[in-house]
């Protein structure tokens, strides 16, 4: 099969450049495209001399084409930008989101108009913004984020769930959403799944892709992921927040001033000692704590015994040392990996499991607390 020149920058349209989060070819990084049979030869040029992203663009440039049928030997020859082709860039990519955005729909690009503004960070936004965070990884976060997203949403609310861990994005896997977002407009739609609209950034790069940023374009693709997206005023935003006391964290507390924090633990000492990290931080940033869940807070035997594999009252003491009640404690099962692993939530897959009754409780107890809200003129003042 003969390949083509079109063929070519199709597929290098996918590639993102690591630190600006656009498309190499949108942001006119591609200078050259030759075919010669089966044979590819591509030169593009790097924003500067001694890129340290250079030999990540090369792999993406590569893999990118791998996938292109008829495609055999590829070289990719890598040039310097000219000082005018940089502010070119630079104008690109100045109040204008990356290109992954206009993806669904090519020809739309989003940018921030005179006039957009964060819905959710007014003190008169009808939705209850609650950030599911945790000190470290491996404690579950993510799954009670998505499990807890969809237990809300059975209970007859509107749930909207926003994936901010953009480094070790996992939330369209775990609800089984595999559909891109798309445009309306002006704005880009969120996928939805057992009841929850879902925003990630896995929506706009491979599973098997790292997303290699530096804070100010982390900053900027968490701000879009509240203003350009239309999430129609839901009654819950659910942020799944990455582990520890980062960037993402600190950005979320400027973008979502009115958010609540949840405290993700588990039993092990160890685990609720750098839990109190994650709930001190939100302290400082005048974030209100409004509980601790403990999850895999022990194993239910096939003969009805309790194992508590990884220690008790992990979660119990933390709520004492943050005063904030402990909402519920979820039992580590099979279903919940299996559920992860399939795209079915456990809550979903079987509404009448002992995890489910647990996720359902703590839905329950987190809609009855009274909703928190900051005067409008603290909001100003932060």
Known sequence: MAVTESQVVDALRGVLDPELGASIVDLGMVKRVEVDGPAVSVAVALTVAGCPMRDEIDHRVRSALAGVPGVGRVEVHQEVMSPEELAEVRSKVQGAPPQAWSAPARGHRLGHEEGRANPFAVASSPTRVVGV?????????????????????????SVGLLDADVYGFSVPAMLGVSARPQMADGKVVPPEAFGVKVMSMGFFVGEDQPVIWRGPMLHKALEQFLVDVDWAAPDFLLVDMPPGTGDVALSMAQYLPVSEVYVVTTPQLAARRVAQRSAYMAKKLNLPLRGVIENMSWFTAPDGSRQEIFGSGGGAQLARDLAVPLLGQIPLAPALREGADLGVPAVAADPASEVAAAFQAIAEAVAAQRPTRSKPEELRSR
Not at 133 to 157: D, E, F, I, Q
């Open 133 to 157: 965070s945790s000190g470290k990884g491996g404690v579950g976060k993510s799954t009670v984020a998505v499990n807890l997203a969809v237990a809300l949403a059975r209970g007859g609310r």
